[in-house]
């Protein structure tokens, strides 16, 4: 809850930089509607990709107010971003979803960098990517259904050091970046030492296991209902 406060202050400052009015559209074309007032503004891409924003903004904000305010956990709405635009007026709806992400979000493609420390044959493939593990391929296949964009086995500069973080996720429409590694061969010594190295940089940084931070074990993926658990409780 303490996340979803946070991200009502962050809406509510972001809505205040939008346009007041709303997108509708008619046949092909989309207009900015003001009152009463239709501009026509189908070239004015900005625009159109500001009052996406702005409404879905709107609904995840009565969204959060909604569940703050609820005493049973069974009365939580509990949709995704991808499931509330689906719920918006056709106008909104025939746009890409990229125009409803964060402003400051760059469009991340998946990504596989070999680590060369662990030369093991990647043989689990998905989109493209093989990735080590079944469990790790879980975890992408759920990233994927949520509209998460990551990057697997991405360099990433911590202070002095460098490291690779299994997955480093960013959630397009808060633009929040969280990091999940997934630790499975404890019985290896070149395993476990680069896992503390990695854990004690995260740490140091200021990453927070449980906020922006993600660990799982071999023991934790047998299915993908405690992937879809761990993204709905820390990246959603």
């Known amino acids: 809850m303490a996340n ?99 402003p400051q979000v760059e469009k991340w493609p998946g990504r596989q960098q070999k680590d060369d420390l662990f030369p093991e044959s990647a043989i689990y493939t998905y989109n493209n990517i093989n990735f080590r593990s ?19 086995e991405h360099n990433l500069n911590l202070l002095d050091q460098q490291v690779s973080p299994d997955f480093l996720v960013k959630n397009p429409f808060t633009n929040q970046t969280t990091i999940w590694e997934h630790f499975g061969a404890f019985n290896e010594k070149r395993y476990a030492d680069n896992m503390n190295n990695k854990m004690d940089a995260y740490l140091n940084q200021g990453f927070q296991i449980g906020y922006d931070l993600i660990t799982t074990y071999h023991y934790h993926i047998r299915n993908s209902e405690r992937v879809r658990q761990l993204i709905k409780e820390i990246i959603l």
């Not at 509708?24 to 900015?32: C, D, E, G, L, P």
């Not at 509607?33 to 625009?47: C, D, E, F, V, W």
């Not at 079944?134 to 697997?152: H, N, S």
């Open 4 to 102: 979803w406060e946070k991200e009502l202050i962050e809406i509510q400052k972001e809505l205040e930089t939008l346009p007041e009015g709303y997108l509708t559209r008619k046949k092909t074309s989309y207009y900015h509607a003001i009152g009463r007032t239709q501009t026509g503004i189908t070239k004015n891409i900005l625009l159109i990709q500001q009052l996406c924003r702005k409404k879905y903004l709107l609904v995840r904000r009565g969204q959060l107010e909604m569940n703050l305010t609820t005493t049973s956990s069974e009365q939580l709405d509990t949709r995704a971003a991808q499931e509330l635009i689906a719920s918006l007026p056709k106008a909104y709806q025939t746009t890409p979803i990229h125009y409803f992400y964060h």
């Open 134 to 152: 079944m469990a790790e391929r879980i975890i992408a296949e759920q990233l994927d259904k949520y509209g998460l964009l990551y990057r697997y």
